[in-house]
Nanobody
């Protein structure tokens, strides 16, 4: 009923920048929190940053000052601007959204398919 499509991953050198995008589509009434998570090989998935519909943001300590999350509510899209990238930022990045559906008043969590970010020289 709802799809999250991510884009913007790739290979970048240390100190470089990337911008990830995630667009939600489908039977959407409204979206509450949207966020980005990441999972590195052999590690658990962790929260990178999230943003409420009221534009309140939350960041992992490891990315504060380097990453910025923002969203376009009219487009149901969330972005993650990543600057000063480090090799330890290498992971698969997943988009997440808490969605209220047109069909009912319940909230459901949806995930994107993931996009690979590799930081290496």
């Amino acid at each position: 009923q709802v799809q999250l499509r991510e884009s913007g991953g790739g290979l970048v050198q240390p100190g470089g920048s990337l911008r990830l995008s995630c667009a939600a589509s489908g039977s959407i009434r409204s979206i509450n929190t949207m966020g980005w998570y990441r999972q590195a090989p052999g590690k658990q998935r962790e929260l990178v940053a999230d943003i409420t519909s009221g534009i309140s943001t939350n960041y992992a300590d490891s990315v504060k000052g380097r990453f910025t999350i923002f969203r376009d509510n009219a487009k149901n899209t969330v972005y993650l601007q990543m600057n000063s990238l480090k090799p330890e930022d290498t992971a698969v990045y997943y988009c997440n959204a808490d969605v209220f559906l047109v069909t009912d008043y319940s909230k459901y969590a949806y995930w994107g398919q993931g996009t690979q970010v590799t930081v290496s020289s």
